[in-house]
């Protein structure tokens, strides 16, 4: 399973960013997959996680009623929108997949442990 993350650059103080993940190589709907996010000095966190059939979606609080994530199955893509931007939403983006479809899982969790596929990430800095 490869990831490349895109959508990243630069945004002003409550702009709009549309990062988006793209897997090759796997029957990505299986897949449940998670979005993370690590600023400058300081640890990566949890921001937002899709289950394989989008049934569940969870979001950190600090981005919630500002960020949505959805997924496309057919082009293999996992979209995180992200409205009304701070600067406390600057950093680098990861996003990560596990196979929880092979086991039956219906659910997701923005916990790091839980994926064992990461992409490079994609930078977002916001200028307030």
């Known amino acids: 399973l490869q990831l490349v993350e895109s959508g990243g650059g630069l945004a002003q103080s409550g702009g709009s960013l549309r990062l988006s993940c793209e897997a090759s190589?796997?029957?990505?709907?299986?897949?449940?997959v998670a979005w993370f996010r690590q600023a400058p000095g300081k640890e990566r966190e949890g921001v937002s996680c899709?289950?394989?059939?989008?049934?569940?979606?969870n979001y950190a609080d600090s981005v919630k009623g500002r960020f949505t994530i959805s997924r496309d199955n057919a082009k293999n893509t996992v979209y995180l929108q992200m409205n009304d931007l701070k600067s406390e939403d600057t950093g680098l983006y990861f996003c990560a997949a596990a196979p929880w479809g092979y086991y039956g899982r219906t659910d997701c969790k923005s916990v790091e442990h839980d994926y064992d596929d990461w992409g490079q990430g994609t930078q977002v800095t916001v200028s307030s």
């Open positions: 190589g796997v029957s990505f709907e299986v897949y449940a």
């Open positions: 899709i289950s394989t059939n989008s049934g569940t979606r």
